[in-house]
């Protein structure tokens, strides 16, 4: 040990100290970073729920509309048929002559072709 062996001392335990404050100070940061993500986390996870709870309800509200719509269509449809089958029923005759007729016309049609 000589001239210079507590300078050494001193200076060996000064970095051992710094070393401790750069670890304590390291810890406290990435704690801090830590805390800062799982906040940002939670940000995220409650507005992906949001985004998807509206998605949700909107998918539903879709759902809703488009299976109305088919039900007014379908009753729409089966109205027109019903109104289609009284009128032929309550007018069968010029029904009946206005197939015959068609199908004369086309019988002379196809015909003259072949």
Do not use: C, P
């Not at 998605?55 to 007014?72: C, S, T, Y």
């Not at 449809?77 to 009284?86: N, S």
């Amino acid at each position: 040990m000589g001239i210079f062996s507590s300078s050494e001392s001193r200076t060996h335990r000064r970095l051992k100290d710094y070393e401790k404050e750069l670890n304590k100070r390291g810890a406290r940061a990435l704690a801090r970073y830590e805390d800062e993500l799982d906040s940002a986390g939670d940000k995220v996870r409650t507005r992906l729920k949001g985004a998807g709870d509206q998605l949700g309800q909107r998918w539903h509200q879709a759902r809703d509309r488009v299976e109305d719509e088919g039900h007014r269509a379908w009753e729409l449809t089966e109205e027109g048929a019903r109104d289609l089958d009284r009128h032929v029923h309550e007018n069968a005759w010029s029904y009946i002559g206005a197939g015959a007729a068609i199908g004369l016309v086309a019988g002379l049609l196809l015909g003259r072709r072949f």
